[in-house]
């Protein structure tokens, strides 16, 4: 692969393409527009200027094909777009003719390159105007690269031509193209990583038994009862019945907590666990009882439950030269998905009773009322009022105010005495059990 003078090679291949492939030969320079190089034997000639260079951010992470070692990594090329300024010059822009004869030797050159716009290394010299007859055009230091040179013209409009001859005030505004040359790269100097060999090889199998959930539920109150109930609250046991729910251990991963160690039942057919609040239990990995994060926190709405199994597997272990040993492997197995709906809870409004007036703002108190990104709603008889979290309530947002301003329009109006009515919570479609005569409205 090329190294640091890769550039340089790039623009000596362009120069030989130009001085070899032209109809009408002439000098072809490497210097900016504004100079006029030294010893240049035609009157006639073609500039070629470095402009610009930019990453080709495509091959950025690529090595080539075939390079480094197996399993080397993290030293790829550097890989190039270089951007060229073609000008076309005569020795008197003056002469009734120079600008035609500009226009003539950017033609052929522009022709040139257009005939040839791939160099490899098998496009050779016909001409020994730059190099022997036969030899490749493709620089020396070009000749092994996976990446062949490609030339295209380079979009540009005419402002980005002005903004060039405005900053060389003393050259004339020149007939001029832009070029793309890509990909020129530049091989890394720094030896690549390579991974340490696999000292120990290991092998395990087993006949999956993954776990699979049937069904979870709100465990019945009582013997007997329905266990269809998928709607459930903070503190509430539930149930879990499927199939290979037992092994080495068995954990219940509810929502994005921890893993809580279960004992399986019924061999392995059901598991039963408490929905935590605020506190880990000591069965927890890592063991509890810990506090559980604001953030980490179960919400109201939909509650995933993950089943994961620790499974015995057969293995056979040893290093590159030998046969291996027997042995044993333990493994987590993950089930499948079931869903629960945890319902928010209403257990008090403060004040209990208030007449609805613009001023007036009522605080619910309860349980996982409140969750960034999802609207809580608060019903009040069959009234919905969007609820905001009190301002300056710590997490748990377990606390959210009303207002009561359109409240009156949207209810009878209430006797003397006030009409109660009961209080519920909406949180990301759960919706919390009534709190009967939650909140009385005044006239």
Not at 232 to 261: F, K, S, Y
Not at 277 to 303: H, N
């Amino acid at each position: 692969m090329a190294d640091f003078r890769a550039i340089e090679a790039a623009s000596r291949t362009l120069r030989a393409l130009l001085r070899d492939r032209m109809v009408e030969p002439v000098s072809v320079t490497l210097a900016p527009p504004d100079i006029e190089p030294e010893d240049v034997a035609e009157e006639r000639r073609v500039n070629l200027y470095l402009l610009e260079v930019k990453e080709h951010a495509q091959l950025k992470n690529q090595m080539p094909p075939g390079d480094g070692a197996p399993g080397a990594y993290g030293r790829p090329p550097l890989s190039l777009e270089l951007i060229y300024l073609l000008t076309t010059h005569v020795p008197s822009e003056t002469g009734p003719e120079a600008d035609l004869t500009c226009q003539r030797m950017l033609g052929d050159s522009l022709g040139a390159l257009h005939d040839h716009a791939i160099v490899t290394r098998s496009l050779l010299a016909i001409t020994a105007n730059d190099r022997p007859l036969g030899a490749p055009i493709l620089d020396p230091g070009l000749l092994d690269e996976h990446e062949a040179i490609k030339i295209n013209l380079h979009p540009t409009a005419l402002d980005d031509f002005a903004k060039v001859w405005t900053a060389l005030p003393a050259a004339a505004f020149r007939r001029a193209v832009m070029l793309t040359v890509s990909v020129v790269q530049i091989e890394s100097i720094m030896p690549s990583v390579s991974p340490r060999p696999v000292a120990t090889r290991r092998i395990a199998t087993a006949l999956l038994r993954r776990p699979a959930i049937g069904s979870v539920f709100a465990a019945p109150a009582s013997p007997g009862d329905p266990e269809t109930e998928t709607r459930v609250r903070l503190g509430q046991e539930i149930t879990i019945r499927g199939q290979n729910l037992q092994g080495a251990g068995t954990w219940v991963r509810l929502g994005g907590l921890d893993p809580i160690t279960v004992t399986p039942e019924n061999g392995g057919a059901r598991l039963r666990i408490v929905l935590p609040d605020t506190t880990y239990p000591a069965a927890a990995d890592p063991p509890g009882p810990r506090p559980i994060p604001p953030s980490a926190r179960l919400r109201a709405g939909v509650l995933p439950v993950q089943v994961i199994v620790l499974q015995a597997m057969e293995s056979v272990s040893g290093g590159r030269d030998d046969l291996g040993t027997p042995g044993a492997l333990l493994q987590k197995v993950f089930s499948d998905m079931g869903v629960l709906q945890l319902l928010p809870e209403v257990t008090a409004v403060n004040p209990p009773s208030a007449a609805a007036t613009p001023a007036t703002t009522v605080v619910v108190q309860g349980r996982r009322l409140f969750a960034p990104g999802v609207a809580t709603t608060i019903l009040i008889g069959d009234v919905a009022i969007e609820a905001h979290r009190l301002a300056g309530a710590p997490p748990p947002d377990d606390r959210v105010e009303i207002p009561l301003a359109s409240l009156a329009a949207m209810l009878p109006r209430p006797p003397a005495a006030g009409t109660d009515y009961p209080v519920r919570a909406i949180v990301d479609g759960a919706m919390s059990a009534p709190l009967a005569a939650g909140f009385k409205l005044l006239p």
